[in-house]
């Protein structure tokens, strides 16, 4: 199973081959918009591209080139312009494969099977902390035998922060990893999401994971040393609190 991103303007090509990339066993995410096809694929991180040349408002060999500026997602050029400039011109631009319209729908979806084995593997897809296992490929968390599903954005948060288990992640670094998906982060955004993730990690039993660090960010505790228990408390939240706020700031205060 692979995640493909499909760019094509044409609905019922589209829909022909979002169902065979589907019936693949693929999951497909299709351009709802050509004018920011880059930051959107970026965004998706998709395992492979499947590229029309002839966009609305744009041309699929430019937009090769600058996502490759951006990412080394394989890029399957597919499309009904077939010259041997077109393929030269698309390949030179750092698509990975050129394959037409026209051809056998086996035929289109070996060429992505193929190119989808040749990715070279960037970074771990799962990562573990404390039996908390986190797929970013299929966008999936899992612990003691549950599994839920993340959205985009709790998938960003909670990355960063098992990526660095233990550690504080300031609200500013996971405000900059949400940029990546959303047009405009502040950082109410970044509390609501944050919110929701606690919530989705309380349905794997795991309802403090995530612990605030006032004024400094987050950190994941999962698996601690208490039987059954996430670990310790978050530091300054029980003993050894300097006096000062009192219930009425802890109300009031910020996440
Ligand atoms: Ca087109």
Not at 50 to 57: A, E, N, Q, W
Request: contains cysteine.
């Amino acid at each position: 199973m692979a995640n493909v991103y499909l760019v094509e303007d044409d609905k019922s090509v589209r829909e022909q081959l979002s169902q065979l990339l589907a019936a693949a066993g693929h999951r497909v995410e299709c351009a709802v918009r050509f004018d920011r096809l880059v930051d959107d694929i970026v965004a998706a991180a998709p395992d492979a591209v499947v590229l029309d040349l002839g966009l609305p408002g744009t041309d699929g060999q430019y937009v090769t080139r600058a996502l490759r500026q951006a990412s080394d997602v394989p890029v399957m050029v597919l499309t009904s312009r077939t010259s041997e400039l077109d393929e030269l011109m698309s390949l030179s631009m750092g698509a990975d494969d050129f394959v037409a319209k026209s051809a056998n729908p086996q035929l289109i979806l070996a060429h992505l099977e193929a190119l989808l084995r040749r990715r070279q593997p960037e970074r771990p897809s799962t990562v573990s902390v404390g039996g908390l296992c986190l797929d970013a490929v299929r966008a999936e968390a899992s612990y003691a035998g549950r599994t839920v599903e993340l959205s985009r954005n709790e998938l960003r948060i909670l990355e960063c922060l098992v990526r660095r288990p233990g550690a504080v992640v300031s609200r500013e670094d996971l405000m900059e990893a949400l940029w990546a998906t959303d047009t405009f982060v502040d950082d109410n955004t970044l509390t609501v999401n944050v919110a929701r993730l606690r919530q989705t990690l309380a349905r794997l039993g795991l309802p403090r994971a995530i612990v605030t660090h006032r004024g400094l960010g987050y950190s994941l505790r999962v698996g601690g040393d208490r039987p059954g228990g996430e670990g310790p408390a978050a530091p300054g939240l029980a003993a050894g609190r300097p006096a000062g706020p009192g219930p009425a700031a802890e109300g009031a205060r910020r996440e």
